[in-house]
């Protein structure tokens, strides 16, 4: 059951993500990932385009969803573990101001990035429409699978360990595998509970 606030904000984010008719309504998996470039709340910005060849975790989310903050807590040993092979997660948040995004990332205590998206620009470019949301984007800048709603680090391990395996020079095309008997690999779309109407 949803409290009033976080109808509301969700609310407020789907007119944030709908305000541009523009903008394309979703990024399938095996597409380039869209252009990401943003102020870093620890200072300077960071770009997608400036990662390639790592294996990027785009995860998008706000202070006011209930899965978010166990989901990020979570994901904080796998990051540790994987990121001298090659792994960063970018935790884009969506529709906030810095002093909420700051109060919420001392109280939860990871280290991976945390960029700022106020707008929603670039929720609205990945055809944001719930959240939390994760797009895995390949060494060559490839989006090859995504987790809708809520993750926990077993499956996000298991769709990072994949492409990290892959090297620059010689990456595996992206495959159209499905979920089969709890496995998950590139091109994989899993659904989780998430944030939505």
Same mark, same amino acid.
């Given at each position: 059951m949803h409290t009033p606030r976080t109808v509301i904000a969700f609310l407020v984010l789907l007119a944030l993500l709908a305000g541009c008719g523009s903008? #394309? %309504? %979703? =990024?399938? /998996?095996?597409?380039?990932?869209?252009?990401?470039?943003? *102020?870093?709340?620890a200072g300077g910005r960071i770009a997608l385009e400036e990662r390639l060849g790592e294996v990027v975790a785009v995860r998008f989310w706000a202070d006011w969803c209930p899965f978010c903050r166990g989901e990020m807590q979570?994901? *904080?040993p796998v990051y540790q573990r994987l990121r *001298?092979?090659?792994? *960063?997660?970018?935790? =884009? /948040?969506?529709?906030? &101001?810095r002093s #909420? =995004?700051? +109060? @919420?990332? &001392? +109280?939860v205590?990871?280290?991976y990035p945390t960029l700022l998206d106020p707008d929603s620009t670039i929720a609205r470019r990945y055809g944001v429409i719930a959240i939390? =949301? %994760? @797009?895995?984007? &390949?060494?060559?800048?490839?989006v090859r699978s995504r987790i809708l709603g809520e993750s926990d680090a077993a499956t996000f391990e298991r769709l990072a360990v994949p492409l990290l395996a892959e090297s620059e020079s010689n990456a595996v095309p992206a495959s159209s595998a499905s979920r089969r008997n709890g496995h998950a690999g590139p091109g994989s779309t899993l659904v989780g509970e998430g944030e939505r109407p």
């Open positions: 903008e #394309r %309504t %979703t =990024v399938a /998996n095996d597409e380039p990932a869209p252009p990401l470039e943003l *102020e870093q709340l979570a994901l *904080e *001298e092979q090659g792994l *960063e997660i970018l935790a =884009v /948040n969506v529709g906030q &101001d #909420r =995004v700051e +109060r @919420f990332v &001392d +109280r205590g990871y280290s939390p =949301v %994760t @797009f895995f984007v &390949d060494r060559e800048g490839i």
